[in-house]
């Protein structure tokens, strides 16, 4: 951790405040969600509006998916791009897409509002760098089999080529339990929040694998003091082509919001106390 | 099974290549027929017909038998001499089919048909000698100032500005379809379109290669497919020469707009809000102010004056202004112009429409 010039705290107080459109994530309440893939504008669309009304303040969506299987659907490339650019300018939401190919990094960053690096390409360094020299904010997944050390340091790739709007996600570890699709660790919030400025969000769809562990994860992570989350929802999660198991529906959607609130409340009123 | 795929996607890729070519090869044949209404008495010529028929069935092959042939080309004269006998009214317009000037002739009368023209002469031309009923041209672009040929033009011409037509210009980033965007290297196209989207192709490291004319650019895509290769136009380009969108809007500045003026032989009916003059001063200290000044006094507000060179030491003026030629106010302003100029011609009264 001692190479971690940029990455780690200069003094106790600092801490990255990312402007997204108005959106400020570090210091509001930051939810993300939306579907995990772009399939159909009926979806893209009908979902953002949906997740708009239930409380999210950013619009997330795959149009290039990393598959464990080349056989899976690869997401719809450019055109699920334009789709998603369209559900946000519907719903008034920014979006947020994942990024896989060097090549496409130009082209992503015209569509999106933030670039997400999934946890495959933790580590594709040239990715990193290619990331780090564009002009838009970069989420940053934890690698599935990921030390805190090298996450950081991944984050480090990334302001080290000059930009300096990275956003941390956990997104569960692979342990030996299989019950749950990933390990969700909790543990890491309050550890990055020691060792760096940046902001974090949790994941707690893949780092469960499991719907009904949504919320309680979702509350756990804002408790131990996450900025944020990233949730997949699906106006008809039956149907989805990729995830439906993990996926909310709009109205579980709205009611985890809701709570989700008093919990941020209650952890700032708890914050006060130390100060 | 994957070659097989790949085999059939290519041949189908061209297969929609060659009925894109043959469409507009037929709209072509459509345009030219109706034109020639113009030179002949009777649209029926059955003598021509069976000279054409002959000729073509004569190149009967194995795949192309002559009874195909000839059953095809009588539906084709069959619609020619429907479309020759309806009374559809002809626009000119400069450049290829999916030009700017195309787009805000359709935003202007979307039963106008508009024909294609390769300079602006041929418009002005054209609808002199009644080929056209209508021209369409632009006359001045927020980025790229005015256009200097269309107003030499319009100095010596008998026509009247019937219309006017504000159209915001969105710039589409084209490539043949199929075509990876990840492989494009060069941007084709007219150098005021290149030059408006500076930015975007400095983001994506894309070449600017000077073409033309941005409908030209991408008819020449489409044609000739050159390796690496996309285009800048129209997104009525797009869907003319069947090429993909890769980005739309790709434009710098949203500020980019141009002003297009409808020409015919005979002026607009009834009243507009808008009205355009030229005329040229003697070259004295203070005329073209006192012209100038005959409008202020009457509060009528200026919104176009332009010079052009006209004969040595001479300057032409074109100015436009908001009002219609029933008030008596114009009408008096007008008069006075006329008494203090030389070569004073009246352009028009008419209807101006923004679509921004």
């Given at each position: 951790m001692n190479k971690l010039r940029?990455?780690?705290?200069?003094?106790?107080k600092q801490k990255t405040i990312i402007d997204v459109k108005g959106v400020k994530i570090g210091e509001e309440l930051t939810i993300i969600a939306g579907p995990c893939s772009v399939e159909t504008e009926a979806q893209v669309v009908g979902t953002a509006l949906e997740v708009k009304k239930g409380g999210a303040n950013i619009l997330r969506g795959?149009?290039?998916?990393?598959?464990?299987?080349?056989?899976?659907?690869?997401?719809?490339?450019?055109?699920?791009?334009?789709?998603?650019?369209?559900?946000?300018?519907?719903?008034?939401?920014?979006?947020?897409?994942e990024v896989i190919d060097p090549r496409d990094v130009s082209w992503v960053c015209e569509y999106a509002d933030i670039v997400q690096i999934g946890a495959r390409n933790m580590q594709n360094f040239s990715l990193l760098q290619e990331v780090g020299r564009a002009d838009k904010p970069v989420l940053l997944k934890r690698g599935m089999h990921s030390t805190l050390s090298e996450w950081l340091n991944c984050a480090e790739y990334i302001l080290s080529e000059g930009n300096p709007n990275v956003i941390l996600c956990e997104r569960g570890i692979r342990t030996f339990e299989t019950y749950t699709r990933n390990t969700l660790d909790l543990g890491v919030i309050p550890s990055v929040r020691n060792i760096t400025h940046l902001p974090i969000v949790v994941d707690p769809s893949h780092g469960t694998g499991r719907r009904e562990l949504v919320e309680p994860m979702s509350l756990a992570a804002i408790a131990a003091g996450a900025d944020g989350l990233i949730i997949e929802t699906h106006i008809c999660p039956d149907e989805a082509r990729c995830d439906g198991a993990q996926s909310l529906t709009p109205e579980m959607f709205a009611k985890l919001v809701t709570k989700l609130h008093i919990m941020d409340k209650c952890v700032r009123e708890i914050n006060n106390l130390d100060q | 099974m994957k070659d097989e795929k790949i085999n059939l996607e290519s041949v189908r890729n061209k297969i929609d290549q060659i009925d894109n070519n043959i469409l507009q090869l037929l709209q072509k044949r459509m345009e030219v027929a109706r034109i020639s209404t113009v030179f002949k008495?009777?649209?029926?010529?059955?003598?021509?017909?069976?000279?054409?028929?002959?000729?073509?069935?004569?190149?009967?092959?194995?795949?192309?038998?002559?009874?195909?042939?000839?059953?095809v080309y009588k539906q084709i004269f069959l619609e020619s001499k429907r479309i020759q006998s309806e009374t559809s009214t002809l626009a000119a317009f400069q450049g290829e089919h999916g030009a700017y000037s195309e787009l805000a002739c359709r935003m202007w009368d979307p039963t106008l048909a508009p024909m294609p023209c390769e300079e602006f002469i041929d418009i002005f031309k054209g609808v002199e000698e009644g080929v056209y009923d209508y021209g369409i041209v632009p006359v001045e672009n927020t980025l790229g100032g005015m256009v200097g040929q269309v107003n030499g033009l319009m100095l010596y011409s008998d026509l009247f500005v019937v219309g006017a037509i504000k159209t915001p210009i969105h710039h589409c980033l084209l490539v043949t379809p199929g075509t990876d965007h990840r492989n494009i290297r060069r941007a084709y196209s007219h150098p005021q379109a290149l030059s408006q989207c500076r930015e975007f192709l400095k983001r994506q490291n894309l070449e600017p290669m000077r073409f033309f004319d941005?409908?030209?650019?991408?008819?020449?895509?489409?044609?000739?497919?050159?390796?690496?290769?996309?285009?800048?136009?129209?997104?009525?380009?797009?869907?003319?020469?069947?090429?993909?969108?890769?980005?739309?809007?790709?434009?710098?500045?949203?500020?980019?707009?141009t002003r297009f003026l409808v020409l015919a032989k005979e002026p607009a009916p009834g009243t507009g809000n808008k009205c355009s003059i030229t005329f040229t001063t003697d070259n004295r200290a203070g005329l073209l102010f006192h012209v100038l000044q005959l409008f202020a006094d009457k509060n009528i507000n200026l919104t176009r004056i332009d010079s052009v060179p006209d004969q040595p030491g001479e300057f032409a003026f074109f100015l436009d202004f908001d009002g219609n030629l029933t008030d008596p106010k114009v009408q008096d302003v007008l008069d006075k112009v006329e008494e203090s100029t030389t070569r004073y011609r009246f352009l028009g009264c008419y209807e101006e429409r923004s679509m921004l």
């Open positions: 940029l990455t780690s705290k200069s003094d106790e795959g149009a290039f998916k990393p598959r464990t299987s080349p056989y899976d659907f690869q997401g719809l490339g450019l055109a699920g791009l334009k789709l998603l650019k369209k559900a946000g300018i519907e719903s008034g939401l920014p979006i947020i897409t | 008495k009777d649209i029926e010529d059955t003598g021509r017909e069976t000279s054409i028929i002959q000729n073509l069935t004569g190149r009967e092959n194995a795949l192309l038998k002559a009874d195909f042939i000839e059953g941005t409908a030209g650019a991408a008819k020449m895509l489409a044609e000739k497919n050159p390796a690496s290769s996309c285009a800048i136009a129209s997104s009525l380009a797009a869907s003319y020469y069947n090429l993909e969108i890769v980005k739309d809007n790709i434009e710098d500045l949203n500020t980019n707009q």
